[in-house]
């Protein structure tokens, strides 16, 4: 079992940052890929980033060039680094970990508010 905890959420001000991490734990080593998604209200949610065993990287259109994803030590942690927030990037951000054979583990997500 894996289990995930998001945490960096917060209120922003548009043009600011944030730094979301997910903690894993639990069987690490059957995580293959982590994404991080979102979930705005009345919308369904949607990956925004993601990133592989072999570090490639995956971004939405609308994150490209604002947001990166990174880890520390395998997969005990990953980063979103969300740099010029928007309004339209509010939302509850999860983290889901992939683990192959064994199915997809989901966190119970961090709510990120971008308003003035």
């Known amino acids: 079992q894996v289990h995930l905890v998001e945490s960096g959420g917060g209120l922003v001000q548009p043009g600011g940052s944030l730094r979301l991490s997910c903690a894993a734990s639990?069987?690490?080593?059957?995580?293959?890929?982590m994404g991080w998604y979102r979930q705005a209200p009345g919308k369904q949610r949607e990956l925004v980033a993601a990133?592989?065993?072999?570090?490639?990287?995956y971004y939405s259109d609308s994150v490209k060039g604002r947001f990166t994803i990174s880890r520390a030590n395998a997969w005990n942690t990953v980063y979103l680094q969300m740099n010029t927030l928007k309004p339209e990037d509010t939302a509850v951000y999860y983290c889901?970990?992939?683990?192959?054979?064994?199915?997809?583990?989901w966190g119970k997500g961090t709510l990120v508010i971008v308003s003035s």
């Open positions: 639990g069987t690490i080593s059957s995580i293959i890929a």
């Open positions: 990133l592989t065993g072999g570090n490639n990287t």
């Open positions: 889901k970990a992939d683990r192959g054979d064994s199915g997809f583990t």
